[in-house]
């Protein structure tokens, strides 16, 4: 493995999730040398079990094992970043969020009317995670109200949101209502799930977080969205690592392809015949 080269091509994801890897095959081998169960890929639950036969295990080691876990199941905790050094960003251009308003509006006013001309829709993606600044860098596009101004900041049909599940479903607890609010100037949808709150959450399996899918899904139906929907961020499952950064696995996206047509075919057909009895 380069680290060198992986992080001079900005793939210093690929170093971080192989070192994950080479953790999880060393553990797992060391377990059922000793006849001692390994599933799964959750590497602190490998320590544990490990402990349990060789006392004395250094809290180095274990902080080490717990941060490589986060490189398999992406997710994200404020107490992480909360004691790094402010981002260079930040001496550098003394990022405000008024600042980054005003840039926001100076890019819609140029960008918008060009968008319509050539009848491209622009769709904004929350920020993620959705808060209110990372490292020093203040953050804009991280609750329902700033999308509401989004919209207002230059008005046209072609101004819009990318619907990510992930996101918003961290920033309102009722994300139908939300969904049925911003109505057609949803663009495009990321279909997934998370569980937690912004400030310390993991990306789960579609149908494992935090997000009602259902009523989710049936919001998109009853307002006729008829733009593009894809799968977004999903854990690696096993056997399923090589094939790319963490989150874009193969199988994970298959199974929420599989689960987003089976719960819209169901849900459609419950609103047509709700519907046709009305
Ligand atoms: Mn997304």
Redesign the pocket.
């Known amino acids: 493995m380069n680290t060198e080269a992986h992080v001079k091509d900005g793939l210093h994801w690929l170093s971080c999730f192989k070192a994950q890897q080479v953790a999880e095959f060393s553990l797992r081998s060391i377990l059922r040398a000793l006849g001692r169960p390994a599933f799964g890929h959750n590497l602190v639950a490998f320590l544990n079990e490990l402990a349990g036969i060789c006392p004395g295990l250094t809290t180095e080691l274990r902080f080490c094992v717990g941060y490589l876990d986060k490189m398999y199941v992406s997710g994200f905790n404020y107490g992480d970043i909360e004691k790094a050094p402010p981002h260079r960003l930040v001496k550098e251009y003394g990022v405000t969020h008024e600042k980054l308003w005003n840039n926001l509006r100076e890019f819609l006013e140029y960008i918008v009317p060009i968008a319509e001309q050539s009848n491209v829709k622009i769709a904004m993606?929350p920020d993620?995670p959705p808060i209110p600044e990372f490292r020093g860098i203040p953050r804009i596009m991280n609750s329902i109200e700033s999308f509401e101004k989004l919209l207002i900041l230059v008005r046209s049909d072609y101004n819009g949101i990318?619907l990510?599940q992930?996101?918003f479903t961290l920033m309102t607890d009722d994300l139908p209502s939300v969904i049925k609010r911003f109505r057609d100037r949803i663009f495009f949808v990321?279909f997934r799930d998370v569980k937690g709150d912004r400030y310390n959450f993991v990306e789960t399996l579609i149908g494992e977080g935090k997000t009602d899918l259902v009523g989710v899904m049936r919001a998109y139906v009853e307002i006729g969205y008829n733009g593009y929907v894809r799968v977004?961020h999903t854990p690696t499952l096993e056997n399923d690592a090589e094939l790319g950064a963490p989150g874009y696995n193969y199988l994970g996206r298959i199974y929420t392809i599989g689960y987003i047509k089976g719960l819209y075919e169901a849900v459609k057909r419950e609103f047509s015949k709700e519907i046709l009895n009305a």
């Open positions: 993606h993620d990318t990510c992930g996101n990321h977004d």
